[in-house]
């Protein structure tokens, strides 16, 4: 059974940092792309950032610049450096994984940010 489990949400002002991870279980971890994706309130959820099995990185416009991804193999995990974060950045953050790049086949539960102005 795969698990996908995400932690560090929270609130935080705009301006601050947060660090969000992710636990897999369940998948042979390092032959996954892992993603991240954010659903704001009465919006579709999108994706904000991706990392191949190679290390190979993808952001959002959005976030260019502000979010870094990154994984460990060896802990079955992947996180998101989040920088600068402004309100437009508040929504409820996904991991997700799956054997190639697009829409993923496995979503944890989310994390909640919140950004206050």
């Known amino acids: 059974q795969v698990q996908l489990v995400e932690s560090g949400g929270g609130l935080v002002q705009a301006g601050g940092s947060l660090r969000l991870s992710c636990a897999a279980s369940g998948i042979i971890f390092e032959t996954y792309v892992m993603n991240w994706y954010r659903q704001a309130p009465g919006k579709q959820r999108d994706l904000v950032a991706y990392i191949t099995r190679s290390g190979t990185t993808n952001y959002a416009d959005s976030v260019k610049g502000r979010f870094t991804i990154s994984r460990d193999n060896a802990k079955k995990s992947v996180y998101l450096q989040m920088n600068s974060l402004k309100p437009e950045d508040t929504a409820r953050y996904y991991c997700?994984?799956?054997?190639?790049?697009?829409?993923?086949?496995?979503w944890g539960q989310g994390t909640q940010v919140t950004v206050s102005s």
């Open positions: 997700t994984a799956d054997p190639q790049l697009g829409w993923p086949r496995h």
